[in-house]
């Protein structure tokens, strides 16, 4: 048996259920610091792990033992909370099974804030391609068999019916200040794909993106040229906050940008003209001290999901057929995981009863020297036919118990009993 | 007939603002086109009725302001999309009617043309501008809870069945705006009325001292929208408290002269 399957399946991790945005914010990894966080784990025991850091969650996948590398886990997000604070308090742990099907419910849209929103699935095949080499066999697989899971349950239900995203609440939000969205002015802070589009959900509604500003000055161009609008660096921004009326933030920053310092004085200036601010980001982009200024509204993220949210009225009729699917593809990738662990005991198993098979033949046919070569034959074969015979049942017996998810005390006593 | 035609409408515009409030109780949203289809009919029905007054004395007035408000309920909804505007009108209409009911309504003798068409329009342009002053005052009110919503960051029922805010805005605005000429031309014709047909007119005080408070109260609220640049919070602040005023200082005066003969 390798490693993989003697440890088991975990997730552990906290999502928009059990931490509001200001916790979850602190939690979420760059790509750039996903290998740094999953080699610790690693240090600590774990055969292969893949990190999963969304706006919404932010999930480590493992293949452990029980309890030997959850510890290290709570230390490395609970170094990013403040003294005091408990890590555990918002976080969750889900095992073997369990964690199978919660990746397949998270990847499906199941478990997202925005009932069967489909960005999850490229945030899924992100973070496992972010964590490739160190994923090991079995996370891969399950990864591979996530991605194919979502992707089955928007082909075969209603559970990606209709538009509810982020990006559509963004403008319906926008929409309840201004009514006609048509002719507004709109500035970009950020050239991420989030920004983009958000960006272009509001100029299909008219809205006139005039300005994009980035921290590189490059990639603010890239996006600004395709949306027909101006570059800027971060710091020549500020000044518009006075005359745009909708500014829309998605910057990868690790901490606020958008603070009272910087643009108070400017937003004082705009006598009463109300100011829409959608922050997309995570970590937030926005310090929500901005939203005590008189006529500016204030959005995060979890604010447009909970939006959109009430767009997906029609996706819950197509739940239940979604878990279904899930039940059914944790039932088979369970059952190929199991089988994974008992292929190669069945096979020590057999070669060492070969063996020994082999080995007392030899000796009965040393003392019977008198025998024929044709009986010799019959013998060997009598042998033979008696091992298959003692050895097909237990190995039906595991090969069956290993698909129903339940080889693993079958495994361990075979182990013990003979000695592998 | 014109009890039998106020009845009619008074439960037109009960079951009108009955399907307009159903989703603020979890209840489905009616199509739009009931909700249109119900008040106009129940309108056309009124118009009917209110030709058949003479116009003086309380319960007449009080069906005219219902009909002024429920014409001005369906050209907002043509104005910013939104039968949020009858959430107010509907139930302030059918409670107009049926006080005008419990009054009592009366045809009146025929007056002469030339005094008909000068009071008629003294009293169709006054009420109309004091219609557009309260649906001011509504749009102000919607303006201020969508405005609390919105910055509460809460996206409930308010959030979902009202109009945007510079929508509301927008028809405070145009209320007021449409309401001080309605009004002022109003007020002209009440003079003029006294001036042409100087033996008939017995106005009192208090109704000369409404009148003209209403006016410039109206025109205080444009002043500050159009001169002072007022608008969003501040203005929808304005509306509420001048269309306040307005109400206690009516509500003053009637207490003092009691009596459904006049409407002052």
Redesign the interface.
């Known amino acids: 048996m390798n490693d993989a399957t003697a440890m088991g399946i975990q997730v552990l991790g906290v999502n928009h259920r059990t931490a509001p945005l200001e916790v979850r914010e602190r939690f979420a990894h760059g790509a750039h610091e996903v290998p740094g966080a999953l080699a610790r784990v690693i240090a600590a025991g774990a055969a292969g792990g893949v990190l999963l850091s969304t706006c919404n969650r932010t999930e480590f996948y493992l293949v452990a033992e029980e309890e030997g590398v959850a510890e290290a886990v709570w230390d490395l997000l609970g170094e990013r909370l403040e003294r005091g604070a408990a890590v555990r308090e918002y976080g969750y742990i889900a095992r073997d099974r369990d964690a199978v099907r919660h990746l397949y419910r998270v990847s499906s849209g199941l478990d997202s804030m925005i009932l069967g929103e489909s960005q999850i699935q490229g945030q899924v095949r992100e973070a496992w391609e972010a964590s490739r080499a160190q994923a090991g066999p079995v996370l891969h697989r399950l990864f591979q068999t996530a991605l194919h899971v979502g992707a089955r349950i928007r082909t075969e239900t209603a559970l990606g019916t209709g538009t509810a995203s982020a990006a559509s609440a963004a403008v319906a939000?926008a929409?309840?200040?201004?009514?006609d969205l048509a002719g507004r002015a709109a500035l970009i802070l950020g050239a991420g794909d989030m920004a983009e589009l958000a960006a272009t959900c509001l100029a299909a509604e008219g809205v006139q993106v005039t300005l994009v500003a980035n921290r590189t000055h490059e990639r603010a161009r890239a996006i600004a040229e395709r949306l027909g609008a101006r570059a800027l660096t971060l710091d020549e921004a500020w000044p518009h906050f006075a005359t745009t009326d909708i500014a829309l933030c998605s910057t990868a920053a690790p901490h606020a940008v958008v603070t009272w310092e910087r643009v108070g004085a400017v937003i004082r200036g705009r006598r009463?003209?109300?100011l829409c601010i959608l922050d997309l980001a995570v970590p937030r982009d926005v310090d929500p001290a901005v939203?005590q200024l008189?006529?500016v509204?204030?959005?995060d993220i979890d604010?447009l999901q909970?939006?959109a949210a009430?767009a997906t009225a029609r996706r819950h009729e197509a739940v239940a057929a979604a878990e279904r699917i899930v039940q059914e593809e944790t039932d088979l990738f369970w059952a190929w995981y199991g089988g994974l662990g008992v292929v190669p005991v069945i096979k020590e198993f057999r070669g060492r009863m070969e063996a020994l098979r082999a080995a007392e033949l030899e000796r009965a046919l040393r003392h019977l020297t008198q025998l024929s070569p044709e009986d010799r034959a019959r013998v060997e074969q009598l042998s033979h036919a008696l091992m298959n015979k003692f050895l097909h049942q237990p190995t039906v017996a595991l090969k069956a118990a290993a698909e129903e998810g339940r080889g693993y005390g079958l495994l361990d006593a075979l182990k013990r009993l003979f000695g592998l | 007939m014109i009890l039998t035609l106020h009845l009619v409408a008074l439960a037109l515009y009960t079951l009108a603002t009955a399907l307009t409030l159903a989703p603020f109780v979890g209840l489905r949203a009616p199509p739009r086109v009931l909700t249109i289809a119900l008040p106009c009919a129940g309108a056309a029905l009124h118009v009917v009725a209110v030709s058949q007054l003479t116009l003086v004395g309380l319960a007449p007035a009080l069906s005219m302001l219902a009909l002024c408000l429920v014409l001005l309920q369906l050209a907002s909804e043509r104005l910013?999309r939104g039968s949020a505007v009858g959430f107010f009108t509907g139930p302030v209409a059918a409670g107009l009617v049926g006080l005008a009911l419990l009054i009592g309504l009366a045809p009146g003798a025929e007056p002469s043309a030339g005094r008909n068409a000068w009071f008629i329009l003294h009293v169709a342009l006054s009420v109309m501008g004091l219609a557009l002053l309260a649906l001011a005052f509504i749009a102000a009110a919607l303006y201020l809870l969508?405005f609390r919503e919105?910055?509460a960051?809460r996206?409930g029922r308010v959030?979902?069945l009202f109009?945007?805010?510079?929508?509301l805005d927008?028809l405070n605005r145009v209320a007021l705006v449409a309401g001080f000429p309605a009004l002022t031309l109003g007020v002209l014709l009440a003079l003029g009325y006294a001036v042409r047909f100087a033996g008939g007119l017995h106005v009192g005080k208090a109704q000369i001292v409404w009148g003209l408070f209403t006016w410039a109260v109206v025109g205080w609220a444009v002043w500050v929208r159009l001169v002072r640049r007022w608008?969003?919070?501040?203005a929808a602040f304005a509306s509420i408290a001048g269309f306040s005023a307005v109400l206690l200082v009516y509500l003053a005066l009637k207490l003092v002269q009691p009596g459904a003969e006049r409407f002052l």
Not at chain 2, 163 to 167: D, I, Q
Request: overall charge positive; aromatic content about 14%; hydrophobic content about 30%.
């Open positions: 939000v929409g309840k200040i201004f009514g009463g003209r109300p939203a008189e006529n509204f204030l959005y604010d909970t939006v009430q | 910013v969508q919105l910055k960051r996206f959030f979902q109009p945007p805010l510079e929508r927008q608008d969003g919070r501040r």
